[in-house]
């Protein structure tokens, strides 16, 4: 329970990633928070889960590309759990397609929710740290390195995090708030299963032959939220079967 008492919002929490690590948190001890778009059934399963392990779990309706919803959910979280102690920037989509056919909707779309929003979290959470706060943003291997065409504005939008999370982490040092990054490779989700068109051509790229499991990426987030993780900031945790070896 290394992080029982502690307050934690994650983004995107009601499905895939976000949703494993809302659980992740609670089982270490924390009162999660998430925000979800339109997944309310899903959302509340999440909660119900987060509350079985004896936590609070509170799902807040916010559209990460909308900037007053990003306020009011912080906001909220902070009146309901009575403070706040782990962000966690897991909201994120992808456009698949080559450059030249990219629209204008989903490149906006994908800098909005994948640039955007983390910073804009990352203003309304900081006045609400303290000494011992963390800041942790869920990125993607592809930002280091993209070996197959239809993923560049995707990754570009990625590799974004890199900068944000080590001259964030760099504001923040002074205050004793940590501010990290966790790359997760091909991971086994509705945005990317692991039976998909292009799930094997992806396996073969890793050193491990597999993809990751969502709960093996929210491990590697639980780590970084507590208290071993106490000297570790500005520092990029991949995880991702050795895609990038």
Do not use: C, W
Request: charged letters at 20%; a negative charge.
């Amino acid at each position: 329970m290394d992080l029982l008492g502690k307050r934690a919002l994650v983004t995107g929490g009601s499905r895939g990633i976000g949703a494993a690590i809302a659980i992740a948190l609670a089982e270490k001890g924390a009162d999660v928070a998430f925000t979800y778009q339109r997944s309310a059934d899903r959302a509340a399963t999440v909660a119900r889960s987060i509350e079985e392990k004896g936590r609070r779990g509170l799902a807040i309706q916010a559209d990460s590309a909308d900037p007053e919803a990003i306020g009011r959910a912080v906001t909220e979280t902070v009146d309901v759990l009575g403070g706040l102690d782990i962000l966690v920037n897991s909201a994120g989509i992808a456009t698949a397609g080559m450059t030249v056919d990219l629209s204008l909707s989903d490149l906006q779309a994908m800098l909005d929710v994948n640039v955007r929003a983390p910073v804009l979290f990352a203003q309304a959470a900081i006045p609400h740290l303290s000494a011992g706060g963390r800041i942790i943003s869920i990125g993607s291997a592809l930002a280091e390195r993209v070996p197959f065409p239809g993923v560049t504005a995707y990754a570009m939008s990625k590799s974004a995090l890199l900068s944000f999370t080590r001259g964030l982490s760099r504001e923040l040092g002074p205050q004793g708030i940590t501010v990290n990054l966790v790359q997760p490779g091909s991971t086994d989700t509705e945005m990317n299963p692991a039976n998909g068109e292009n799930a094997d051509h992806q396996r073969s790229l890793t050193s491990l032959g597999r993809f990751a499991e969502p709960r093996e990426i929210a491990s590697a987030v639980a780590f970084l939220a507590g208290p071993a993780a106490s000297l570790i900031t500005g520092a990029v945790l991949t995880v991702d079967a050795g895609f990038t070896a």
